[in-house]
């Protein structure tokens, strides 16, 4: 019988890990391990574990540093199960969720990683964000990396990423490969599923992506990470460094080259390249602001480059 773990990464938010918890013991397919990685100096958490009685094992993992990488890395040393089933701390599995989950892997031994929708309420506040037909968790063929693992609809397919959201791997895929520590941040550090999931490619394994495993995700606040407009110009360096290292690092030359352009050349409202910073300024945007944003995004692929070189 194929055994699974649960991996929840927590960080001073006992309640919505609670409410997490509550829906794995509503499960069809009860985990046979939760393993919770939460820091030694996160005293709230920690008490709502040990006051807390499940119907399964919860096992504590203490991260050797804070930021998600490390706590992500510690879960993975710690789980014993022949599937790793990662979520966030503030989401609710659908009571099919493991059970979708180990299904799908016995149906494929070719798979390494599969992902799902983490269905997450509009910005209203009322309902759920409806599913569409965009594409989900692929490096395109010009270089744009797309999430979208939200709105996902339709039947499983192959994918190049999944999200840390809603996300499992067959353990003897991940063998003794964790996330690579030379990704930048500090706190929850941007794109360690790109490394992550783009190495188990490389390896020859299988990632597949299938809305019907899915979670409820309330995302929350987030202590040390912020996206958009309210980035700062270290977080967006660490964002871009990152994505840029886990393009280069892992994909064939044909891919990374487009990919490495594509950040530089165009670029994201989040980590602008030329021609988003061009159209930023034409908008209105400060140049001053724009620019700033620019030399970020520029300064950072550089440094990917570097730290890819220095691991060599």
Not at 63 to 85: C, Q, S, T, V
Not at 140 to 167: C, P, Q, T, Y
């Amino acid at each position: 019988m194929t055994t699974i773990s649960v991996l929840i990464p927590g960080w001073k938010r006992p309640e919505s890990l609670a409410r997490c918890l509550d829906a794995l013991e509503r499960q069809s397919r009860l985990p046979d391990q939760v393993v919770l990685s939460v820091r030694a100096d996160d005293t709230p958490t920690r008490e709502m574990i040990a006051a807390r009685k499940s119907p399964f094992p919860l096992d504590i993992a203490t991260p050797e540093r804070p930021g998600l990488l490390a706590a992500l890395n510690a879960g993975f040393d710690r789980a014993e199960g022949d599937l790793i089933a990662a979520t966030d701390d503030d989401t609710e599995a659908h009571p099919d969720w493991l059970e979708r989950i180990v299904t799908r892997f016995d149906a494929d031994p070719r798979l390494g990683g599969l992902g799902g929708r983490d269905r997450m309420p509009t910005e209203g506040g009322e309902g759920w964000e409806e599913p569409n037909d965009l594409p989900v968790g692929r490096v395109l063929w010009f270089g744009r990396v797309v999430g979208n693992h939200n709105f996902g609809s339709g039947e499983i397919r192959e994918v190049d990423i999944l999200k840390g959201a809603n996300m499992s791997f067959r353990r003897s895929a991940l063998g003794s490969k964790r996330i690579d520590t030379a990704l930048r941040g500090c706190g929850a550090e941007h794109h360690t599923e790109i490394e992550l999931c783009l190495a188990l490619k490389a390896a020859g394994w299988k990632i597949a992506y299938d809305p019907a495993v899915m979670v409820d995700h309330h995302e929350e606040v987030r202590y040390d990470a912020r996206r958009g407009p309210e980035m700062s110009l270290e977080e967006q360096h660490n964002a871009v460094h990152n994505r840029a290292y886990g393009l280069v690092k892992h994909l064939p030359l044909h891919r990374a080259i487009p990919g490495f352009a594509y950040g530089t050349l165009v670029g994201t409202r989040d980590n602008p390249g030329v021609a988003v910073t061009i159209k930023s300024i034409l908008e209105g945007i400060p140049a001053r602001k724009a620019l700033s944003r620019l030399r970020v995004t520029l300064s950072a692929h550089l440094s990917a480059l570097r730290t890819l070189r220095r691991g060599e």
